[in-house]
């Protein structure tokens, strides 16, 4: 059994800065790629951030040069440094991992967290 606890979110002005993490818990993981996604009200889920265990990332267009997503693989966990964070980027703050079972891969989802930005 594979769980994921998110922490970090949380009310700012805009042009202020969060730091959101995200922890994996289970026996003898094989994490992958890990990743945050976000989901606005009436929006879509969107992928925000992507790190891969040998430490390559990947950004949203809309996110690059305000967000750093970085993880401890020792801890299985991730991180989303957020920086200049404007309206817009109010959403539900989703963490995913993508796990290794023998042969397998699988998605495992945190319960969200939740960001709000004020102007």
């Known amino acids: 059994q594979v769980r994921l606890v998110e922490s970090g979110g949380g009310l700012v002005q805009a042009g202020g800065s969060l730091r959101l993490s995200c922890a994996a818990s289970g026996s003898s993981l094989t994490i992958n790629a890990m990743n945050w996604y976000r989901q606005a009200p009436g929006k879509q889920r969107e992928l925000v951030a992507t790190i891969t265990h040998g430490g390559s990332t990947n950004y949203a267009y809309s996110v690059k040069g305000r967000f750093t997503i970085s993880r401890d693989n020792a801890k299985n966990t991730v991180f989303l440094q957020m920086n200049s964070l404007k309206p817009e980027d109010t959403a539900v703050y989703y963490c995913?991992?993508?796990?290794?079972?023998?042969?397998?891969?699988?998605?495992?989802w945190g319960q969200g967290t939740q960001v709000t930005v004020s102007s």
């Open positions: 995913n991992a993508e796990v290794r079972i023998t042969t397998r891969e699988y998605a495992y």
